[in-house]
Each structure stands twice: as structure tokens, then as C-alpha cells.
């Protein structure tokens, strides 16, 4: 699965990454189940064309219909923070 379409979230608590670091909502990171952590990807909001590229440093969303879950930085750079999900369209750059 290099590309796809899907509802992403935001989060900003500080927490402790999957990836063993410190969460920081102000990084260009964001969470996905199954992506090998490291990866990049390219994140679009189809309703305004503008893209985020993300580190995968994090696992979740774990709720249903979302695939990615963004830093609130990377989320507010293509979209309304106030909406709070988005349908995004994603491609995974590499590692």
C-alpha cells in the first residue's frame, strides 16, 4: 500500500512515540498502524491541493475509517485545525 485516501486526525499531547520519542505536535510526524516507523509521506488535502511530507514515528489511529493520524503542526499545514478530521490522500515516499 504505497498510496491511498483516507480520514486523518490530529493529536498534540506529549506523549511517548511508538518509535521510543517524545511526541512533538509542532514536528512533521504522524501516526499509522502498520508503516515501517521512519517512513515518509506525502500527505495532500484534496479540497485545497496543499501537501505535508510526515515521518511515521507513531502507531494509531485506532479508530475507524482514519489510516493517519498527524502531529497538530502537519494537520494545521493542509487543513482547518478546527474541523479536527479531513480526507486526505497520502503516498508513502520511502524511508
Known sequence: ?????????????????????????????AAHKTLPLGSKVRVTNPNNGESVTV????????????CLDLSRAAFAAIGNIGAGV?????????R
Open 1 to 29: 500500500m504505497s498510496t491511498g485516501s483516507c480520514g486523518a486526525s490530529y493529536y498534540g499531547e506529549p506523549q511517548m512515540t511508538a518509535s521510543g520519542e517524545r511526541f512533538n505536535p509542532a514536528a512533521m510526524t
Open 55 to 66: 515521518r511515521i514515528n507513531d502507531r494509531g489511529p485506532y479508530v475507524g475509517g482514519r
Open 86 to 94: 479531513m480526507r486526505v490522500k497520502y503516498e508513502v515516499l520511502g
